[in-house]
C-alpha cells in the first residue's frame, strides 16, 4: 500500500513537473517567435555597441557628458558615417539592378568594346578579349551561350538590390539599439557576466571577456575595413562613372568580409578606366583603387594584433551562410556569431587539454 502511494505521488511530480517545463518551455517559443523579426538587428546592435565601446568611453571621457547625451551624439555620428554613404550605393544597386532587368527583359542589353590592352593580359587575356568582343558585337547571341548563368546572376542581383532597402533600415535599427546598449553598458555587462557565470561557473567572467575581446577583434579587423573598402571603393565607381557601380560595390563587400582580396575587382576595373578616361583620371583611379586594396594589409595586422586569429573557412561559412539565412545584414552577423562560437569551442578544448596535462 505505502509503495502504491510513493508510486501515485511520484506519478503527481512528474505531470507537474511536465506541465510546467511545457509551460516554460511555450512562453519561452512564443517570446523567440515574437521577437525573432528582429533577432538580426538586436543582435547586430550589440555586436555594434560592443566594438564601438572604446571609443565612445573616450568621447565620454572627453566631453564630461552623461551616458544619455553621449549616447546620443555617438548614434547621430555613427548614423551619418555609415549610412550616408550607403543610401548613394544602395540608390547606385537599385538603378543598376532595375535597368539589368529591363535590358534582360527586352533584349537591349549593351556591351562595351574590350580596350585594347585587354589581349596582352597574361594567361586569360586573348580568350577573354575574344569571349569580350564576341559579346559586345551580339549581345543575345552572347547571353544564349550562357543564358543560365546569367540568369542566375542576374536574379541574384536584382533580389539583393529589392532586400536593400529594407536592409538598410535594419541597419539604422541596429545603430539606434547599438546607442541604447551603449547608455546602459554598465548594467548591460553585468548581466552578461552573471549570465556566462551561471552558464560556466568560475570561468564565466573569463569566458565573457574573452567573447568581448572576439568580438571587437573580429568588427575592427574584419568588418570594418570591409565596409570601409566597400564605401571608398564605390566612391571611386561612383566618380569614375563605372558601369553597375553599386553591384560591383555590393561584390567587393562580399568578398572582403570573406576574407578574398577585392584587388581581383579593382585592378581589371583600373585598366577598364584607360579605355575611355583621360590618362590622368585613369590614373588617379588606379592609385586609388591600389591604396584601397592594400588597405587590408596595413590596418588588419594592426586591429587583429590583440584579438582572435580564426581560419578563412570559419569566416567563410559565417559571413555566406548568414547572408543565406538572413539576407545582407547575415553577412556580418553570420561571421561574427559564427567566429565567436569556434573561439569559445576552441578555448574549450584547449582548457581540457591544459587540465589532463597538469593532472598527468
Known sequence: ???????????????????????????????????????????????????????????????????????????????AVLITPSIYLTEALLSNAQELSEDLKDGTLDIPEPPENVAGWPLVGKKLDKVWTEAAANPKAAMGKYEDQVKKVANWVIKAAASMGGTLLMFVFSIIIAGIFLARAKGGHAAMTRIMTRLAGERGEALNELSRQTVTSVVNGILGIAILQTLLAGIGFLVMGIPAAGVLALVCLILAVVQIDILIVLIPLSIYAFSFASPFAAVAFLIWNIAVGLMNNVLKPILLARGVEAPMAIIFIGAIGGMLAMGIIGLFVGAVVFVLGYT?????????????????
Open 1 to 79: 500500500m505505502q509503495d502504491k502511494l510513493k508510486d501515485t505521488e511520484f506519478m503527481k511530480n512528474a505531470v507537474e513537473a511536465a506541465i510546467r517545463i511545457g509551460l516554460v518551455a511555450l512562453l519561452v517559443y512564443a517570446c523567440f517567435d515574437i521577437a525573432k523579426p528582429f533577432l538580426p538587428a538586436i543582435v547586430w546592435g550589440g555586436i555594434i555597441a560592443i566594438a564601438s565601446f572604446p571609443l565612445y568611453r573616450g568621447m565620454q571621457n572627453k566631453t564630461g557628458w552623461g551616458n544619455g547625451m553621449t549616447a546620443t551624439v555617438f548614434t547621430l555620428i555613427m548614423l
Open 344 to 360: 569559445l569551442f576552441i578555448n574549450w578544448l584547449n582548457e581540457g587539454q591544459t587540465a589532463e596535462t597538469e593532472a598527468g
